[in-house]
């Protein structure tokens, strides 16, 4: 397999448990949240999904070979913008991998989208702080 194409499942993969919209090659369109991904076929588990009549589907089972288009809902998390914050907090101690989704503190306190997942004491609490702050301001516009 081909960097570009562990690259695209990776993308792909990415998408589970996010809101999505897909398209399929008839012209329907569901919208909710993409449950299961076939990386065989692209085939797709769509959970609460909504036709364009309005109609709610428990699950909607799509075949690999009639998903035209496939669209993200949701909105990125900017970890950029939180490597800055902390950047503030941690001058010249924060590495961001953006390719990868998460940023580094001191080489030693691991932060994606979710929150502090590797580190403990004094330093990762206070990470998870600035994390803390940062999300409720996000969530507060």
């Known amino acids: 397999m081909s960097i570009a194409q562990r690259k695209f499942f990776t993308e792909v993969a990415a998408l589970a448990d996010k809101p999505v ?3 399929t090659t008839t012209g329907k369109a ?3 949240t993409l449950i299961g991904i076939n990386p065989d076929n692209l085939s797709l588990c769509i959970a609460e999904a ?3 009549a309005g109609q709610v589907y428990h699950r909607v089972f799509l075949n690999g070979s009639v998903v ?3 669209f993200s809902t949701e909105k990125p998390f900017d970890l950029k913008a939180l490597a800055a914050r902390l950047e503030k907090v941690f001058p010249t101690m ?3 991998y953006e390719d990868k989704g998460f940023i580094w503190v001191m080489d030693k306190i691991k932060l994606t989208e979710k929150g502090v ?3 403990s004491g004094p330093a990762a609490e206070r990470v ?6 940062f999300m409720s301001e996000i969530s507060a516009k």
């Open 68 to 70: 035209a288009q496939i």
């Open 30 to 32: 569901f919208t909710g």
């Open 117 to 119: 997942v590797e580190g």
């Open 50 to 52: 909504k036709d364009e």
């Open 128 to 133: 998870q702080k600035v994390y803390d702050q």
């Open 21 to 23: 919209s897909v398209i």
């Open 94 to 96: 924060v590495k961001l």
